[in-house]
T-cell receptor, first 111, second 111 residues
Framework: RKEVEQDPGPFNVPEGATVAFNCTYS??????FFWYRQDCRKEPKLLMS?????NEDGRFTAQLNRASQYISLLIRDSKLSDSATYLC????????????WGAGTKLIIKP | DVKVTQSSRYLVKRTGEKVFLECVQD?????MFWYRQDPGLGLRLIYF???????EKGDIPEGYSVSREKKERFSLILESASTNQTSMYLC??????????FGQGTRLTVV
């Protein structure tokens, strides 16, 4: 089993719809979680951190479920510009500064 | 704005060549990383450095070495390039809070 797993997609979603995807992690001691966004042929950029209590940033909501060991990202009222690959990142905190990256979920928003 | 700059966007090298990939950051970050990204595999850590002249192996260090003589610069060296090192190489830097800032990436093709 991979340490961090994501559905590769692509998720094809009409503009304006709500879409959610999950990321599972294997190390139950993991402490920090992040969602990054990567546009085609560009570098990853931090979208949001994921806190235990969940957090929201505009149309984006991130949740952490420790019992089931997954994090989720919900995008409401999706825009064409949301089309990208979303990378889940976990810091297991048992090694020095090492982040574990998921392979990403590709999202395509259609007009 | 944090700026992480990689010396080349695209490189084509021959098998057996020694290849240098340079990365410079302007935010005085302690930590710097080299990743490679391949389809379906996500980002895999090659090496990281948490201080000048300090380096630690990541998950896939074989065939690579690194150099960090100055805090702002972290170089990745392919000692003898092989075709299986064709990939996208991403440099990142981070402060101790571990959010990673990436360079624009170098797409290396070894022929």
């Amino acid at each position: 089993r991979k340490e961090v797993e994501q559905d590769p997609g692509p998720f094809n979603v009409p503009e304006g719809a709500t879409v959610a995807f999950n990321c599972t992690y294997s190390n139950s001691a993991s402490q920090s979680f992040f969602w990054y966004r990567q546009d085609c042929r560009k570098e990853p950029k931090l979208l949001m951190s994921v806190y235990s209590s969940g957090n929201e940033d505009g149309r984006f909501t991130a949740q952490l479920n420790r019992a089931s060991q997954y994090i989720s990202l919900l995008i409401r009222d999706s825009k064409l510009s949301d089309s990208a690959t979303y990378l889940c990142v976990v810091n297991p905190m048992d090694s020095n500064y090492q982040l574990i990256w998921g392979a990403g979920t590709k999202l395509i928003i259609k007009p | 704005d944090v700026k992480v700059t990689q010396s080349s966007r695209y490189l084509v090298k021959r098998t057996g060549e020694k290849v240098f990939l340079e990365c410079v950051q302007d935010m005085d970050h302690e930590n710097m990383f080299w990743y490679r990204q391949d389809p379906g595999l996500g980002l895999r850590l090659i090496y990281f450095s948490y201080d000048v002249k300090m380096k630690e192996k990541g998950d896939i260090p074989e065939g690579y070495s690194v150099s960090r003589e100055k805090k702002e610069r972290f170089s990745l060296i392919l000692e003898s390039a092989s075709t299986n090192q064709t990939s996208m190489y991403l440099c990142a830097s981070s402060p101790p809070t571990i959010e990673a800032f990436f360079g624009q990436g170098t797409r290396l093709t070894v022929v």
